[in-house]
């Protein structure tokens, strides 16, 4: 926080592994700081950015900046920060790492500006200031077990008969958040003494396993290896299928893209993964709530998708279900407009995952189709 606050401060980088709870220290960071910025603070998440050339425009179009489309977009960017303090926070910049130059160039031209990034490395940006954060400490990591552990079952509590195997399990999680909130969801099904057994075995058969991860990261893998092997069938193509969204996604696209005829309802399948932390609650409205999974969880989902032999009919469900949602025609019935605007700016990532697999895979029919078809949004946005 003082270091968010210093004057002297442009570019802060919170670097760590996958699930070690950058992007929740930076938001709260953001909360607290919000009011030494006058220009405002700007939230921009990268995951779902994989082109390194989209960066600075996602950045102008979530500061509001107006340009037009032959206007130089750094210029844009500086003249919307003019000279009020603003923070600007870029998540999961490891996506983009080559676009570093970019927040260096930022940086020289608009001196009220402030950074503050999270990543998996540095950017290696002269005026960046790296914080590094490291696993939760012992008694952090136990409170963290005790309260998803009392989430997930009502009256869960440590005491004397559980708190030596609590405290081994954080320790043997290398005191990593993420892993300890998703073994921690499995208190139902496991006691901390079964669960340690487990545990144990996962984390030591990996121990011998491929050293050219970083031992952290070996622990997470092993650790979502261990909780999506807890999982029945049904639970696990469903989370593997959801790597096709970018951005999150409502109750109604899961069914509609994710569903299939046969196998439980897809509400009962995704209340099971959120109740076992792989999904997590993502805003929305009341009326129609938001869900999306962690990074290293989408990470971790995407690879079992792209291993399994529905991949490609995923792929295309999710392309349909966009194209779908944004008939041309909304255009011309006005009444259908200011709905269909709202919604294209809640699915504007699913948008654009969608536009890119199709260019991945060469379809320059279904790209074009979609363009077209999202081409009016963007322009009114
Ligand atoms: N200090 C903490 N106390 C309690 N929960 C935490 C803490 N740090 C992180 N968490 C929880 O751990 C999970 C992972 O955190 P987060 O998403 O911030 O990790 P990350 O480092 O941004 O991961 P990634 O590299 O995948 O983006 C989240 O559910 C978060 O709420
Ligand atoms: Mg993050």
């Not at 401060?9 to 670097?15: P, Q, S």
């Not at 608009?110 to 012992?138: C, F, N």
């Not at 136990?142 to 954080?170: K, P």
């Amino acid at each position: 926080v003082s270091l968010a606050r210093s004057e002297r401060t442009r570019l802060v980088t919170v670097t760590g592994p996958g699930g070690v709870g950058k992007t929740r220290l930076v938001l709260e960071v953001a909360r607290r700081v919000a009011g030494d910025f006058p220009g405002g603070v700007v939230f921009v998440p990268l995951a779902a950015v994989s082109d390194t050339a989209l960066v600075l425009s996602t950045v102008a179009d979530a500061l509001g900046a107006r340009r037009e489309a032959t206007a130089d977009v750094l210029e844009a960017v500086r003249a919307t920060i003019g000279d009020e303090r603003t923070l600007l926070v870029l998540d999961n910049f490891e996506q983009v790492t080559a676009a570093a130059p970019d927040v260096a160039a930022l940086l020289s031209l608009a001196p009220a500006l402030v950074v503050l990034v999270t990543s998996r490395q540095v950017l290696r940006i002269r005026s960046e200031q790296q914080v590094h954060l490291g696993p939760l400490p012992d008694d952090a990591a136990m409170r963290l077990f005790a309260d998803r552990a009392a989430a997930s079952r009502a009256g869960f509590v440590v005491d004397d008969t559980n708190s030596a195997a609590i405290a081994e399990i954080c320790r043997r999680l290398d005191g990593l958040p993420l892993a300890i909130e998703l073994a921690a969801a499995r208190i139902r099904l496991l006691p901390p003494d079964a669960m340690l057994a487990r545990l144990r075995d996962r984390l030591d058969v990996l121990g011998s396993g491929p050293v050219d991860l970083p031992a952290r990261q070996r622990t997470l893998r092993a650790t979502m290896d261990w909780s999506y092997g807890l999982l029945p069938p049904p639970e696990q193509s469903l989370l593997a299928r959801l790597a096709v969204f970018s951005g999150g996604w409502t109750l109604a696209a899961a069914e509609a893209v994710c569903g299939r005829p046969t196998g439980p309802p897809t509400i009962d399948t995704l209340s099971a993964l959120l109740d076992d932390s792989l999904l997590v609650p993502a805003g929305g409205t009341p009326q129609e709530p938001r869900l999306d999974m962690l990074e290293t969880v989408r990470d971790y989902a995407a690879e079992k998708l792209a291993g399994s032999d529905d991949d490609i009919e995923t792929g295309r469900r999710h392309t349909e279900w966009v194209l779908a949602m944004f008939d041309p025609a909304v255009h011309f019935r006005a009444a259908e407009f200011r709905p269909a605007l709202d919604r294209f700016n809640a699915e504007r990532s699913n948008v654009r995952a969608a536009v890119q697999r199709s260019v991945d895979a060469g379809e320059r029919d279904v790209a074009a189709r979609l363009i077209r078809n999202t081409l009016g949004f963007m322009a009114r946005r």
